[in-house]
C-alpha cells in the first residue's frame, strides 16, 4: 500500500522512511456500526460481536480484542463458540457456515478464518431445506446440528464440515414417533431451537416453529418424550439439572415443561404471560437461572404489552418479588448471562446479564442489590449524543491525568463496584508510553474525555456545558423516576441517547492546556466558555461577555439561529472543568475556530463574520476583526441550506413528539417511537439524495474570486511569540486565516505578570497577507531560527522543550487547502511553496505538525507535517523544505465524514470516524504503535474435568 | 509635412535611432507618434520596434513610405487595412457587446501593451485530434465560464474499441472567456490540466486542479467538432503557431512543464499589507532570472489592479478596472502604459 514518490534532493531516502514511518492501522475504538449477532464463550470467557457488515469482533479482559472480517461482507446472524475449544462458528445470511479459530503466532493469538461450507440440499430442493435456523454445536466438539427451516436436522463434522448423512434427523423420522392426532407434517416445519440436554450429551430438545418440542435421543435416533405447545415457539432454555427446561412463545407467554422418565408426553408444569392479560409482543429469549436461595432468576426479552409498550426494547428480570424491566433506548440484538460455569456447580446463581442493543453494550451486575450497571472498559458508544469535534492531547501531565480520573470518578457512583466479568485472555501489549486524552465534542453540548492512551478507549470524565445556559429542556428531568405502582417497572438503561434537545449546544471547538488545566469549549450558537478544573463543586456566577462580531456593518440581519440565554445569578458545577467566562459572539454563528494561551491567558475565537481576541484575565474583550466581504449575504443569513433545514425541523418536531411522550408517560397507544424517527429520516435522506442524483452532475470552473461566499470564514487562528515588526523585537501575536486566502497578524502587547490585572492587553494589526490563489487557509506556523516550530505555551516553562531560538530569522507557514507557503519574517518575503491541488488535484483537509522518532534510536526525531487530504491521503511533508516524504492511502475518498472526523496526534497518530460509534486507530510512526496484544490460553485444567465429568455422567446414563 | 530623406539599405540602425531621427527631421522632438509603413499589399503597417523596422526598410523598393501620426489624435483603424476588416466583426462582437459605440481603437504598438487572453499552444506536439488552450485569466474581469461534466469515450486500446470515463466541457458561459475565445466548446473531451493527464482522476479532482490553475489555466482538449482542426501543411490556417510538422509525440507533458515552469513563478504573487498601508506584493526572498522578474511584474500589476486588492477601507462598491489603476502611482515610466484601458485582443 505504499506509495513511494521521488523527490529530488529529497532529505530522507527510502531507507529513512521506512525507519521513520509506515501507516499502520491498527485498531477500532468505540462500539461496532450496526452489530447483528453475539455470542459468548464460558469456558474461553470471551464475548463475540458480529456486525452487518460481516465483521467479528471478540472481546475479552479490558486490551484483549480480535477481528475478523468474512470476505463476503455478509451480515452475521448467529455465533456459537465451539464448548471448551478456541474456535467459533459464524453462520452468515448467505447461509453459509464459517469455523474460526484462535491460534497463537509469534507469541500472541490471532483470530483466523478455517473453514467455511454451505449446505447443500439434494438436487432440486427448494432452498429452504437447507435455509439453516438453529445451530447447536455439540459438546463432544466432533459435530454440529444444523436445524432448517424445512424441519429437517443435518449434523456435520467438526473441523472439516463433512455431512454426516446418516446421522440426518429427518422431520419424517420426528413425526413417525410422535403418534398424535394432533400432529401433522406442518408441525415439524421450521427447527426454531436446538438444545443438548444439560447432564446427557446424547439427548437433544429440538423446538419446532409450530410450538412442537421433542426430546431426541441420539443414541437409539428417537424420540423420548413429545411436547404439545399451543402456541408459536421462540425459544428453549434448559434448567441446570436437566430435569425441567422452558419454552418462551410468540404470544408473550412462557411454559414450564417437566422431563421426567414415565411420562412420555408431559404436561406444562406452569404457563405465564408475565404482562398479561392484554395481548403481548413475544418472548424472544428466556433464561431460568437457579440461585442457592432457592428463588430462580427468570430472565426474558420482550413480552411487553402490545399496545402500549409494544414500542420498548425490553429485557425483563424476575427474582422472587423484584422485577425490573430493563428499557433499552435502541433494539435489544442478543443478551447473553454469565453464570457459574463450573460442571460441579449445583445452581447457576447469575452474576451479570450482558446485553447487546444496536446501539450500545449494557452489563447489568445481578449480584448487587438495585442491579447496577457495570462501567464497561471497552465498546463505549461513542455516538450516545452525536460526534460534532474531536481533539487530542499527547503526553498529559500526571497531575492532570490523576485530577480528571477523580472528577470523573464521582460522576461514576451509581455504576457498579464488579469487576469487568468478561475476562478472558491476558493482554501482553507493553504498557502505553504516555498518557492520551482524545476529547469528543457532541450535539448535545457535553465534552466526553477519553483515555486513548491504550487499545481501550475508555471514557474518564463527562463535561456538560448545558447547565450554563437555560434550555427548553430542564437538565433535572430524569426519565428514570417511576411511580411506586408503576406497571410493568421499566427502568431506562445505557447511554445512547441521539436526540439532542437544542442543536444550538452542539460542541464545535475544544482547546485543551495540558500544563495549566485551562479549557476552552466553542459551540454551535457563537460561545465561547474558558473553563478551570477544580476538584470540588463549586456555585458561582459565570462571567459574560458579548463580541459583536460585524462592529459597525450597518444593515445586515442574522437569519439564523438566535443566542442562548444565559442563566442569571450563580450556578452550582460539579466536580471537574468549571466554567468561569462565557463569550457569545454575536451574530451567534457557529465558532469556526479557536485558540487559548493559558501563559498569556488569552482565548481567540472566530466565525464566519470575523475574529475576536478575550482577555480571560481581566474578563475584558480586547479586539474584534471583522472579516465579512460587505457582499457576502449568505455568510450572515446563516450556514444552513433550504435541504437541511427542512430536515432540521423535521427532526425537531419528532423531538417534539418524542418530548410530549416522555412527559405523558401514562398515555396510552404511543406512535413515533424512535425507530420510525430514524426511518423516516432515512427516508428522507434518501429521498433528497435521489433528489439530487436527478440534476446532471456538473461542475463550474471558476477563479475564486473576493467576493465569493464565505470568504470571511476564519478557519484558523494561532499565537506566537514571533518577529512581526522588526528583526530586533519579538512580541506576542496573533495569527488568523480566513477562508478566502486572507491571513490577519496582530501584534499584542501583554503586561507582564506583576502589572497583568492592572494594564490592559493592546492589539494592534501588524500585517495582513492575501494569498493570490484564494483558497482557504486551513494553517499557520512560526518556525524558530532552526526552523523548528514554536513549543505551545507553558510547553517550555514546564522543561519539557527546548526554548526556541529567538536568534536566527523566523519563517511563517501557511497551509492553504491547495497550496504550502513558507515567508521570511518579519519583513514577509516569500521563501518556498509546495503546490498540492495544481498538481495532483487534492486538497488539504487536516495537517499538523508530528514529531516522528525513529524505531532504531531513541535520541533522534524529526517535525514534519501530516497532511490528511480530501482524497483521504495521508502525505508527510519534511520541515522547513516542503517536500513530499510519502503518501499512503488511507481513508476512502467516498467517506466524507471520516476524513472529516480526522485528528492527528502530536506524535505520529491519528483517528477518524469509520462510522458514527467507532474510532478507527492509525499510526504513521514506526516508534509509537498501540494495537491489540493478547493471548488466549485453553484453561487445561478445566477442559479435563470437564471432559471427565462429562464422561462420567454420559456412562452413567448409559448404566441407567 | 513629407520629408524625405535617406537610409543605408543594408546598416538601417535600432528602431530607437529611427524613431529619434524622425522626431528630429519633424523638429517634434517631445511629440509621441505612431510610426506605420505600406507593404507591397498596400497595408498600413505599424513600427514600433526593431523587427518591423528592419522588415520595412527591407521592402523599400526603393522607396519606402513612412506614416507619422500624433498618438494622441491617431487614427488606429487605419493599420492593417485588410487583417483589420477581417478580425474587426468577430473582435467587436466578442468584446464590444456595446459595438453601437464610436468604433473601438486597437492600439498596436509595443508588445507589453498587449494581453493576452487565449491561445493555442503547442500546436507542432500535439497530435492533429487534440488542441491545447491556454486561458489567462488575470488581467480580465471576465469569468472564465465554463462547467465541466462526467462522460465516457471511446478509445482504442489492443482489445479493441473500449468505453472508459472522460471529462467533458458541459456549458459555455455567454460572455465568459472561454466562450469569447472560440477555442473550447461544449462537449469537447478535457485530456490535460496544465500538463497532467486527468484520466483516472474524478470530477471533483479536476475540478479543484483547473481552479487552483485558474490565473493560468492550459487545458488539453479533445475538440467535439474536429472539423475546425488545424490542417497541417497548410498556410492558409488562420490559426497562429502552426507547424508544418505532421508526426511528433502524442503527449509530451515535461515540455509543457518545462515551458510553465517560468511562466507559473508570476502567475500569483501575494499581497502584503503592513501596518494598514498600501498593499503590496510580496517579493521573492531569494533572487531569481531578472528576464522573468521583469516580465511578471508587469502581469502583477495587472492582476492587483484589476482584481481590486485594496485596503477594505478604499473598497467601495463597483470599482471600474480603469479606475483603481489610477490609484496606483507607478514609478517606472515603462510601465505607464499599464493605464490603458484595458482593451483585450485575442492574439
Known amino acids: ?960 | 509635412e513629407f520629408r524625405r530623406f535617406s537610409l543605408e539599405r543594408s546598416k538601417p540602425g535600432k528602431f530607437e535611432e529611427f524613431y529619434g531621427l524622425l522626431q528630429h527631421v519633424h523638429k517634434i522632438p517631445n511629440v509621441d507618434v505612431l510610426v506605420g509603413y505600406t507593404d507591397v499589399h498596400g497595408d498600413l503597417l505599424p513600427i514600433n520596434n526593431d523587427d518591423n523596422y528592419h522588415k520595412a526598410v527591407s521592402t523599400a523598393n526603393p522607396l519606402l513610405r513612412i506614416f507619422i501620426q500624433r498618438k494622441e489624435d491617431a487614427d488606429y483603424s487605419a493599420f492593417g487595412t485588410d487583417t483589420m476588416t477581417r478580425k474587426k466583426n468577430v473582435l467587436s462582437n466578442v468584446l464590444r457587446p456595446d459595438n453601437h459605440k464610436k468604433k473601438p481603437h486597437i492600439v498596436i504598438s509595443m508588445p507589453q501593451d498587449f494581453r493576452p487572453v487565449s491561445s493555442i499552444i503547442d500546436v507542432d506536439i500535439l497530435p492533429e485530434t487534440h488542441r491545447r488552450v491556454r486561458l489567462y485569466k488575470y488581467g480580465t474581469d471576465k469569468p472564465l465560464g465554463f462547467y465541466i461534466r462526467d462522460g465516457s469515450s471511446v478509445r482504442v486500446t489492443p482489445h479493441g474499441l473500449e468505453k472508459v470515463p472522460g471529462i467533458f466541457i458541459s456549458r459555455l458561459v455567454p460572455g465568459g472567456l472561454a466562450q469569447s475565445t472560440g477555442l473550447l466548446a461544449v462537449n469537447d473531451e478535457v485530456l490535460e490540466v496544465n500538463g497532467i493527464e486527468v484520466s483516472g482522476k474524478s470530477l471533483d479532482q479536476v475540478t479543484d486542479m483547473m481552479i487552483a490553475n485558474s490565473r493560468n489555466l492550459i487545458i488539453t482538449v479533445r475538440p467535439a467538432n474536429q472539423r475546425n482542426n488545424v490542417v497541417r501543411n497548410s498556410r492558409t490556417s488562420g490559426s497562429s503557431g502552426q507547424s508544418t510538422e505532421s508526426s511528433l509525440p502524442s503527449s509530451t507533458p515535461n515540455l509543457l512543464g518545462s515551458l510553465l515552469q517560468g511562466e507559473e513563478e508570476s502567475d500569483e504573487e501575494d499581497i502584503i499589507i503592513e501596518d494598514s498601508g498600501e498593499p503590496q506584493q510580496i517579493p521573492k526572498a531569494a533572487p531569481t532570472s531578472e528576464s522573468i522578474e521583469s516580465l511578471s511584474q508587469i502581469e502583477l500589476l495587472h492582476e492587483s489592479t484589476q482584481n481590486g486588492f485594496l485596503p477594505s477601507s478604499e473598497m467601495n462598491s463597483n470599482h471600474s478596472a480603469g479606475s483603481i489603476s489610477m490609484e496606483y502611482d507607478v514609478p517606472d515610466p515603462g510601465r505607464k502604459s499599464l493605464e490603458e484601458d484595458g482593451t483585450i485582443i485575442t492574439l
Open chain 1, 1 to 960: 500500500q505504499l506509495v513511494f514518490i521521488s523527490v529530488p534532493q529529497c532529505p530522507w531516502n527510502t531507507l529513512l522512511i521506512m525507519i521513520f514511518l509506515s501507516l499502520c492501522q491498527t485498531v477500532e475504538h468505540g462500539f461496532p456500526h450496526q452489530p447483528s449477532a453475539l455470542g459468548y464463550s464460558p469456558f474461553l470467557r470471551l464475548m463475540a460481536i458480529g456486525t452487518r457488515s460481516g465483521a467479528i469482533k471478540l472481546y475479552g479482559a479490558p486490551g484483549v480484542e480480535f477481528m475478523g472480517l468474512h470476505e463476503e461482507n455478509n451480515t452475521v446472524m448467529q455465533i456459537h463458540f465451539i464448548p471448551d475449544q478456541c474456535q467459533l462458528v459464524t453462520l452468515l445470511d448467505d447461509n453459509s457456515l464459517h469455523l474460526w479459530s484462535l491460534k497463537q503466532h509469534g507469541g500472541a493469538s490471532e483470530l483466523r478464518e478455517e473453514h467455511r461450507f454451505t449446505l447443500k440440499g439434494p438436487p432440486g430442493s427448494p432452498p429452504s431445506a437447507t435455509q439453516i435456523t438453529a445451530v447447536l454445536p455439540h459438546s463432544s466438539r466432533e459435530v454440529l446440528y444444523l436445524g432448517t427451516e424445512s424441519g429437517n436436522i443435518f449434523v456435520v463434522e467438526l473441523p472439516s464440515f463433512r455431512v454426516l448423512e446418516d446421522r440426518t434427523i429427518s422431520s419424517e423420522a420426528v413425526l413417525q414417533r410422535v403418534l398424535e392426532d394432533n400432529c401433522n407434517r406442518r408441525s415439524c416445519e421450521l427447527v426454531e431451537a436446538l438444545r443438548e440436554h444439560p447432564k446427557n450429551p446424547d439427548q437433544i430438545l429440538i423446538g419446532y416453529s409450530r410450538g412442537l418440542i421433542v426430546l431426541w435421543d441420539l443414541q437409539n435416533n428417537k424420540v423420548t418424550h413429545h411436547f404439545l405447545g399451543s402456541q408459536q415457539l421462540e425459544n428453549l432454555y434448559w434448567q441446570r439439572d436437566g430435569s425441567k427446561f422452558i419454552s418462551c412463545h410468540y404470544d408473550g407467554s412462557y411454559t414450564r415443561w417437566p422431563v421426567s422418565s414415565d411420562n412420555r408426553q408431559p404436561e406444562p408444569l406452569e404457563n405465564t404471560v408475565p404482562y398479561g392479560p392484554f395481548p403481548c409482543k413475544a418472548i424472544s429469549k428466556i433464561y431460568w437461572q437457579t440461585t442457592k436461595n432457592g428463588l430462580p432468576y427468570i430472565i426474558f426479552q420482550g413480552g411487553m404489552p402490545r399496545a402500549s409498550y409494544g414500542d420498548r426494547h425490553s429485557i425483563s428480570v424476575i427474582h422472587g418479588s423484584q422485577q425490573t424491566a430493563f428499557d433499552f433506548t435502541s433494539r435489544v440484538i442478543d443478551f447473553f448471562i454469565i453464570f457459574s460455569s463450573e460442571p460441579a456447580a449445583e445452581f447457576d446463581d447469575p452474576s451479570a446479564m450482558v446485553v447487546l442493543a444496536e446501539e450500545e453494550l449494557v452489563v447489568i451486575d445481578l449480584k448487587t442489590a438495585g442491579w447496577p450497571a457495570v462501567h464497561p472498559p471497552y465498546l463505549a458508544s461513542l455516538h450516545c449524543s452525536a460526534i460534532t469535534c474531536s481533539h487530542h492531547v499527547s503526553n498529559i501531565p500526571l497531575k492532570l491525568w490523576e485530577r480528571i480520573i477523580s472528577a470523573g470518578s464521582k460522576q461514576n457512583v451509581h455504576y457498579s463496584s464488579m469487576p469487568w466479568p468478561i475476562d478472558g485472555g491476558t493482554n501482553i501489549a507493553p504498557d502505553p508510553p504516555q498518557r492520551d486524552l482524545l476529547l469528543t465534542g457532541h450535539e448535545d453540548g457535553t465534552v466526553r474525555f477519553w483515555d486513548a492512551s491504550g487499545v481501550c478507549l475508555h471514557l474518564l470524565y463527562k463535561l456538560s456545558t448545558v447547565r450554563v445556559f437555560l434550555t427548553d429542556a430542564d437538565p433535572n428531568d430524569n426519565m428514570n423516576t417511576l411511580g411506586e405502582d408503576e406497571w410493568p417497572p421499566l427502568r431506562k438503561v445505557g447511554t445512547f441517547d441521539p436526540y439532542s434537545d437544542d442543536p444550538r449546544l452542539g460542541i464545535q471547538k475544544i482547546y485543551l492546556c495540558k500544563y495549566s488545566g485551562y479549557l476552552a469549549v466553542a459551540g454551535t450558537a457563537g460561545q465561547v466558555l474558558v473553563m478551570e478544573l477544580n476538584d470540588e463543586d463549586a456555585e458561582h456566577v459565570v462571567d459574560h461577555a458579548e463580541a459583536d462580531l460585524l462592529q459597525d456593518q450597518e444593515g445586515y440581519r442574522w437569519k439564523g439561529h438566535e443566542k442562548l440565554k444565559t442563566r442569571d445569578g450563580p450556578v452550582r458545577f460539579e466536580a471537574g472543568f468549571q466554567p468561569f467566562v462565557l463569550v457569545q459572539c454575536q451574530p451567534p454563528a457557529v465558532v469556526t475556530s479557536l485558540a487559548l494561551h493559558s501563559e498569556w491567558k488569552l482565548v481567540a475565537f472566530g466565525t464566519s463574520h470575523g475574529f475576536g481576541l478575550f482577555d480571560h484575565q481581566q474578563k475584558r474583550l480586547v479586539f474584534v476583526k471583522c472579516t465579512l466581504h460587505p457582499s457576502d449575504q449568505l455568510a450572515l443569513e446563516g450556514p444552513l441550506s433550504r435541504v437541511k433545514s427542512l430536515k432540521k425541523s423535521l427532526r425537531q418536531s419528532f423531538r417534539r413528539i418524542r418530548r410530549s411522550r416522555v412527559s405523558s408517560r401514562k398515555r396510552r397507544g404511543g406512535s413515533g417511537n424512535a425507530s420510525e424517527v430514524q426511518e423516516a429520516n432515512a427516508k428522507f435522506d434518501q429521498d433528497t439524495l435521489q433528489e439530487m442524483e436527478l440534476a446532471p452532475v456538473q461542475r463550474k470552473i471558476e477563479a475564486r474570486s473576493a467576493e465569493d461566499s464565505f470568504t470571511g470564514f476564519v478557519r484558523t487562528l494561532y499565537f506566537a511569540d514571533t518577529f512581526l515588526r522588526d528583526s530586533s523585537r519579538h512580541c506576542p501575536s496573533l495569527w488568523a486565516g480566513t477562508n478566502g486566502g486572507t491571513v490577519y497578524a496582530f501584534c499584542l502587547r501583554v503586561p507582564p505578570a506583576e502589572r497583568r490585572m492592572d494594564e490592559p492587553v493592546r492589539a494592534e494589526q501588524a500585517k495582513e497577507i492575501q494569498l493570490m490563489h484564494r483558497a482557504p487557509v486551513v494553517g499557520i506556523l512560526v518556525l524558530d531560527g532552526r526552523s523548528t516550530p514554536l513549543p505551545e505555551p507553558l510547553e517550555v516553562a514546564h522543561d519539557l522543550s527546548k526554548s526556541p531560538d529567538m536568534q536566527g530569522s523566523h519563517q511563517l507557514l501557511v497551509v492553504s487547502e491547495e497550496q504550502f507557503k513558507v515567508f521570511t519574517l518579519p519583513k514577509v518575503s516569500s521563501k518556498l511553496k509546495l503546490k498540492l491541488t495544481a498538481l495532483e488535484g487534492c486538497r488539504v483537509r487536516k495537517v499538523t505538525v508530528a514529531n516522528f522518532g525513529s524505531c532504531k534510536t531513541d535520541d533522534y526525531s524529526e517535525n514534519d507535517l501530516a497532511v490528511l487530504t480530501n482524497l483521504g491521503d495521508i502525505q508527510i511533508i519534511s520541515l522547513p523544505f516542503l517536500k513530499l516524504q510519502i503518501r499512503y492511502p488511507c481513508i476512502r475518498k467516498e467517506d466524507v465524514s471520516g476524513i472529516a472526523s480526522c485528528v492527528f496526534t502530536k506524535y505520529g497518530q491519528g483517528f477518524y470516524l469509520i462510522s458514527p460509534s467507532e474510532f478507527e486507530r492509525f499510526s504513521l510512526s514506526t516508534k509509537w504503535l498501540v494495537e491489540p496484544r493478547c493471548i488466549v490460553e485453553m484453561p487445561e485444567a478445566t477442559t479435563n474435568n470437564h471432559v471427565h465429568s462429562k464422561s462420567a455422567v454420559e456412562n452413567a446414563a448409559r448404566k441407567s
